[in-house]
């Protein structure tokens, strides 16, 4: 435990501005360490991601409030790019100012990063991706309880009257009949501001929010080199941060057409071998960037393409962040925001039960998910020790089954 032990309760209203310089270097100390722990070990996506800061942040240390944190996920969930990637630089500007937000979101994505700059080098050697499946066949199970507790402490912050859960309820019903994300996001958001405008008599005139976004994929100039360089890399990743939405899922159509179909930069296996390696390494899977770099321009690539895809994550929350307390103090805002917080946690849980039906597929993992929420339900065990304890699982599995 570091020495910053006093520090880690400290209240949110402590300003990074105000404290020595002794106590602004451990605050950047421990966001380093807490982000390159959940960086190496957040498997499972932006769901379980955000299930696994919720405990590090607001349970263990107690940075913030869970309404904070609410807040937070809603604004990000209305920015392109990398919702739990996002989140993570929020926490950082806000425990650390600027220096904390470039900390927190590179401690994040860093070990990500290097793990799959490392299997892309083995991956050009070997022209095969590495069977690591029996690692998720583990962890996923752990994952799904990590997030079932993270639902359960958010969404009783988020569901604070009827309007607030039936737009919960009716983020889930979006989310299995494949309604846009974020315009699902945005409506429902409006709904609970009209609904709460409605209860309280409000007379004043509408608040609009400064939010705006690419809803769907939008045109403009292919790069057409034919010869790929690292300033080309970065530049198509770049576009691909500033508007892309949605999961991985939305990543792999733009890179297919752009990638494969239009650029003609990669094959379609070779972009799957992509996909597939962000999906089976931890932390945020746009660093499928770092590989698809790799591929394209080397070392330089890596670089450029994780760059390029991250860089306007920071900028947006940068910009972004100084207005969610004043939206707070906004009665139509404030509504808004609450709308936006419930449907965000609406679409957690469609995926989580995405998840399970993908993952709970025998008897071994359907005993895994049930002891996990045991021990994080009932006696409140670490994360990162399930995380741990369902990739050895996985990996004895994988053993006896080979033998």
């Known amino acids: 435990m570091l020495e910053a032990e006093d520090l880690q309760r400290e209240p949110e209203s402590v300003a990074y501005a105000t404290l020595s310089a002794t106590q602004q270097h451990q605050r950047l100390t421990e966001l380093a360490t807490v982000f390159l722990r959940l960086g190496t070990i957040a498997f499972g996506g932006p769901a379980a991601h955000i299930a696994m800061m919720d405990e590090a942040v607001v349970k263990q240390r107690q940075w913030m409030s869970r309404e904070k944190l609410l807040d937070l996920l809603g ?7 990398p919702s739990s990637t996002e989140l993570a630089i929020h926490i950082g500007y806000e425990r650390a100012g600027w220096r904390g937000l470039f900390i927190a979101g590179s401690c994040f994505i860093l070990p990500a990063m290097l793990i799959v700059w490392g299997l892309a080098a083995l991956y050009v050697r070997y022209q095969a991706v590495p069977q690591l499946q029996w690692l998720l066949y583990g962890i996923k199970p752990v994952m799904i309880a990590i997030v079932l507790q993270a639902l359960w402490n958010l969404g009783q912050k988020a569901a604070k009257d009827v309007p607030t859960i039936l737009a919960g309820l009716a983020a889930v019903a979006g989310y299995f009949a494949g ?9 429902l958001g409006l709904a609970v501001m009209l609904a709460k405008w409605q209860r309280h008599g ?7 929010l400064p939010f705006s976004g690419v809803l769907s994929q939008t045109g403009g100039t292919a790069i057409t080199t034919a010869s790929v360089g690292w300033v080309s890399v970065f530049l198509f990743f770049l576009k691909i941060g500033c508007v892309l939405y949605g999961s991985g899922y939305v990543l792999l159509a733009f890179l297919q057409q752009d990638l494969v179909e239009r650029n003609q930069w990669l094959t379609s296996q070779q972009l799957l071998d992509a996909v597939a390696i962000g999906q089976l390494t931890p932390g945020p899977i746009f660093t499928t960037a770092t590989f698809i770099g790799y591929l394209l321009a080397g070392n330089a690539g890596a670089i450029a393409g994780t760059l390029g895809i991250f860089l306007p994550a920071f900028l947006l929350v940068w910009l972004v962040n100084p207005f969610v307390p004043k939206l707070r103090q906004s009665r139509w805002a404030s509504g808004f925001l609450d709308g936006v917080n419930a449907a965000s946690l609406g679409l957690m849980a469609g995926v989580a039960y995405t998840l399970g039906q993908t993952t709970l597929t025998d008897g071994l993992t359907v005993v895994l998910a049930v002891l996990s929420a045991v021990a994080v339900f009932r006696f409140r065990v670490n994360s990162a020790w399930l995380v741990l304890a369902g990739g050895a699982i996985g990996l004895a599995s994988y053993i006896l089954g080979a033998g």
């Open 75 to 81: 604004v990000t969930n209305l920015l392109p790019g």
């Open 179 to 187: 309604l846009n994300e974020v315009l699902l996001l945005l409506l």
């Open 202 to 208: 409000t007379t004043t005139g509408a608040f609009l």
